[in-house]
């Protein structure tokens, strides 16, 4: 089978997710689920996704890039680092997270957003 060039835009998402203090954007593309979040200040993981999850932790990995604001994320095994505006990063399952400061986070994911925020 002969692939094709694809194109879609995050204005016009396949799906979107919403949830206490945010939602997500998200567009299937190949075989790749690309998100847009947006975070509101006073968002958390554990406040705003955890009762859609039911897990003790986020267990979605997410290899993102940080367009606005800032996010703090904890792993389970304590370790911590903070993302902002410009940041790639990579953050594997087990993990909480949380808007830092007032200004909205607004993050692009290649890899977490197929099962994030759903049951």
């Given at each position: 089978m002969?692939?094709?060039i694809q194109k879609?835009?995050?204005?016009?998402?396949?799906?979107?997710?919403?949830?206490?203090?945010?939602?997500v954007?998200?567009?299937?593309?190949?075989?790749?689920?690309?998100?847009?979040?947006?975070?509101?200040?006073?968002?958390?993981w554990e406040k705003c996704?955890?009762?859609?999850?039911q897990?003790?932790?986020?267990?979605?990995?997410?290899?993102?890039?940080?367009i606005?604001g800032r996010?703090?994320?904890k792993?389970d095994d304590?370790?911590?680092?903070?993302?902002?505006?410009?940041d790639?990063?990579?953050?594997?399952?087990?993990?909480?997270?949380?808007?830092?400061?007032?200004?909205?986070c607004v993050?692009i994911?290649?890899t977490?957003?197929?099962t994030?925020?759903?049951?």
């Amino acid at each position: 089978m002969v692939e094709k060039i694809q194109k879609k835009s995050m204005a016009s998402a396949d799906e979107t997710r919403s949830f206490d203090k945010g939602k997500v954007e998200i567009v299937n593309i190949g075989n790749t689920a690309v998100g847009r979040a947006s975070f509101e200040p006073g968002w958390s993981w554990e406040k705003c996704v955890k009762p859609i999850a039911q897990t003790e932790s986020c267990q979605a990995p997410h290899t993102q890039y940080i367009i606005s604001g800032r996010m703090r994320v904890k792993m389970d095994d304590g370790s911590e680092e903070e993302y902002g505006p410009g940041d790639v990063g990579y953050v594997p399952s087990g993990h909480n997270a949380w808007v830092v400061g007032d200004e909205p986070c607004v993050a692009i994911d290649f890899t977490g957003m197929g099962t994030y925020a759903k049951k």
